[in-house]
């Protein structure tokens, strides 16, 4: 819109966010609500109007920076971050505090630059603005745990940002060129130094992918965020992460391997979680593991279903924090041995929540089905069947957990009497948006498909396809209910691979406190005190002499030199205007001799 | 009729029949569904993906529950300690 009227050809969409963003605290009350959306909406149109090709290229020192890269695969990144970021933000209309709106703005327009950057510069410039600016919507809870959390967070993605730089920096010094290109890797280690480069980078994005080991930070930080703030942490940064896997790595066959144990891993976890958030994020990981997976595969339609379940998985899981995230707001806990039996006061909630819990399932009709099953059944086209069985294994426990145990916990299970009531209107309709969304793609998907980078030969609604994921799903349901005594929640946390940092920086800090300490003190000190503290006295007195005999006694008869001068000049000081105009005059003559004599 | 009585409503015996008989209903059509997309012996067998997803779910909770008891789970104060 704004680039028709001002005939811009290219408008990047997270100037709305970033430049846009900083006028939000001018504004109050309900016209602070109208902004937001205007700008979300303008950002979006600016997307549907981007035409295919590279823009914004501007020259810094010796570079190329590229902000505006656009082609299929970056558009439809582009499509499903600023609609996510409508639904955000019509989520987060009640929220007060202008720091959170200002942290998620930039956080949006981070991944918006991540995605139709050129080059790998800007690339890393928006990869940190994100890592910045949404470690704020853990702050913001402002309690103990998540303030420790969103520190925590940050030191995964710092460390996670400098891996990928020094890859970026030696393949820079490599091939002398900046610009992002596909640079798969092969095999479990590098080789060269151009493997090396890939590796490296690799690494770097699947921290933020949070693959396991390096994923824990996403368990730990998405449920200690605000309630607002977990709804746009579950949607930007792993999907950021998938499609500069897809664009840098794709083919790198050691992400199969990971995006398999991934997927699994994240249902593990999920059974033992008792805080509904930190469940669901834990299915992020598991679902980002098709995705990554997908990735590994890297053929045309392995892509085509990761493109496609990355931007279905925003919706659902974006509804799920939010319906989960009511629960939170209204009633202050998300713990499943907390809640029980709010179908009563909360029913519209919960089918806005089940709607989302069936999607990620995959059930037919809704979104998940028309996107998981493409990457699945790619597995099943290049018969690579451990992976695929892997992967449906992974989708029985998908279901088990957020199409039912999650649903059943909080709406249904032991009545805890819980007064509790609707969210804001704002909330709810921001939920409705995203079922609409759910539904909605699972029906009419062939305008999904039409967005996707290659074309698409794949039908999900065939009879096999629906029946084999029907008997799962229902099955999984059986399973459910008969082992449900064994589900109930117990009120504990599972350790994690960030076990590592935390004790590790107990340990660290046992180390500096006690050992180290007392070393520092008893020999060090001492060593100290005998080699240099001593010598460096004895010198000092030296100096001290110097100082006090020569120094200051120079001083000290310059200045009387300098006194003794005032004195007599004070004398010529009579305060009256002709005397000083007399001695002027007499020096500028003076002066004029001197000029005309010396030469 | 609200919400919260159909709620109510669902949560009775006859439903749950009716689960079961859905259930049923599944395997028995699967010996007639047409099959194009065979990728191994699994895609052959009747009622197979019926007993995967029924066996998937009870390894996922046995497994994740023995690995949880065994080791990972913690009280909540784990790290704090």
Redesign the interface.
């Known amino acids: 819109m704004i680039s028709e009227i001002f005939n811009i050809q290219f408008m990047h969409p997270s100037a709305y966010y970033i430049i846009g963003g900083l006028l939000i605290p001018l504004f109050k009350g309900r016209f602070k609500q109208g902004y937001m959306l205007l700008l979300s909406i303008l950002a979006f149109f600016a997307v549907v109007n981007m035409p295919h090709g590279v823009y914004g290229v501007y020259e810094f020192l010796s570079w190329e920076l590229t902000f505006g890269n656009v082609d299929k695969l970056s558009k439809v990144f582009a499509y499903i971050f600023t609609i996510m970021g409508v639904i955000g933000v019509i989520y987060s209309f009640h929220v007060k505090n202008d720091g959170e709106h200002l942290s998620s703005f930039y956080y949006i327009g981070g991944s918006l630059g991540v995605t139709l950057a050129g080059d790998f510069l800007t690339l890393f410039l928006f990869w940190e603005i994100m890592a910045f600016s949404s470690v704020f919507l853990v702050w913001y809870r402002k309690i103990p745990s998540s303030v420790d959390s969103g520190f925590r967070y940050l030191l995964w993605h710092v460390i996670g940002g400098l891996i990928l730089f020094s890859g970026i920096m030696i393949q820079y010094s490599v091939s002398d060129d900046l610009s992002i290109q596909y640079l798969p890797f092969h095999g479990w280690w590098p080789t060269d130094i151009q493997s090396l480069a890939s590796f490296l980078i690799l690494i770097g994005f699947i921290v933020n992918a949070a693959v396991p080991p390096f994923g824990a930070w996403l368990p730990d930080a998405y449920p200690a965020a605000t309630v607002t703030g977990a709804v746009f942490m579950s949607a930007f940064t792993t999907k950021t992460a998938v499609y500069a896997l897809i664009r840098v790595c794709a083919g790198s066959e050691i992400l199969i391997f990971l995006g398999v144990v991934m997927a699994i891993y994240g249902v593990v976890y999920a059974v033992l979680e008792n805080d509904a958030r930190r469940l669901l994020a834990y299915h992020i990981i598991s679902q980002v593991g098709y995705m990554v997976a997908g990735t590994g595969l890297g053929t045309q339609m392995a892509i085509n279903g990761v493109v496609a379940h990355a931007f279905c998985h925003i919706l659902y899981k974006s509804l799920l924090f939010m319906g989960t995230g009511s629960v939170l707001y209204v009633t202050g806990t998300a713990k499943l041995s907390e809640l029980g039996g709010l179908y009563k006061t909360m029913p519209r909630t919960m089918i806005y929540t089940i709607i989302g819990g069936l999607a990620i399932s995959a059930f037919p009709l809704f979104s998940g089905f028309v996107s998981k099953s493409m990457t699945v059944a790619a597995f099943g086209e290049e018969h690579i069947m451990w992976a695929f069985i892997g992967l449906m294994l992974a989708s029985a426990g998908t279901f088990l957990h957020t199409g039912l145990k999650v649903p059943y916990f909080i709406w249904f299970g032991k009545d805890q009497g819980i007064k509790a009531h609707e969210p804001p209107w704002n909330m709810e309709l921001a939920m409705i948006i995203g079922s609409i969304f759910c539904i909605g793609l699972g029906i009419f998907y062939k305008p999904l498909y039409a967005l996707l980078p290659y074309p698409v030969h794949f039908e999900p609604y065939t009879a096999y396809h629906t029946w084999e994921t029907l008997q799962i799903l229902l099955f999984t349901q059986l399973g459910f209910f008969l082992l449900l005594k064994k589900l109930w929640c117990e009120d504990t946390i599972s350790m994690d691979t960030d076990w590592f940092p935390r004790k590790g920086a107990k340990a660290f800090m046992w180390f500096v406190n006690k050992p180290l300490a007392s070393f520092e003190y008893n020999f060090i000190g001492e060593v100290y005190e005998f080699i240099v503290q001593k010598p460096i006295l004895r010198v000092a007195k030296w100096f001290k002499w110097i100082d006090t005999v020569i120094v200051d006694r120079t001083f000290s008869e310059i200045a009387n030199l300098t006194l003794r001068w005032s004195r007599i000049l004070q004398t010529i000081q009579s305060g009256q205007i002709q005397h000083y105009a007399m001695i002027m005059v007499a020096g500028v003559i003076t002066l004029i001799v001197i000029v005309i004599i010396l030469p | 009729m609200n919400?919260?009585d159909i709620?109510e409503k669902l949560?009775t015996k006859t439903v749950k029949k009716l689960?079961y008989g859905?259930?049923v209903l599944?395997?028995a059509?699967?010996f007639i569904?047409?099959?194009?997309?065979i990728?191994?012996f699994g895609?052959k067998v009747p009622?197979f993906?019926?007993?995967?997803?029924?066996i998937?779910?009870?390894?996922?909770?046995?497994?994740?529950?023995w690995?949880?008891h065994h080791?990972?789970?913690?009280?909540?104060d784990?790290?704090d300690k």
Not at chain 2, 49 to 54: E, K, N, P, V
Not at chain 2, 71 to 76: S, V
């Open positions: 919400l919260i709620l949560r689960a859905i259930l599944l395997v059509a699967d569904i047409p099959r194009h997309e990728h191994f895609d009622g993906w019926s007993l995967f997803g029924f998937s779910c009870v390894l996922i909770i046995v497994v994740s529950k690995l949880g080791w990972l789970m913690r009280d909540e784990y790290y």
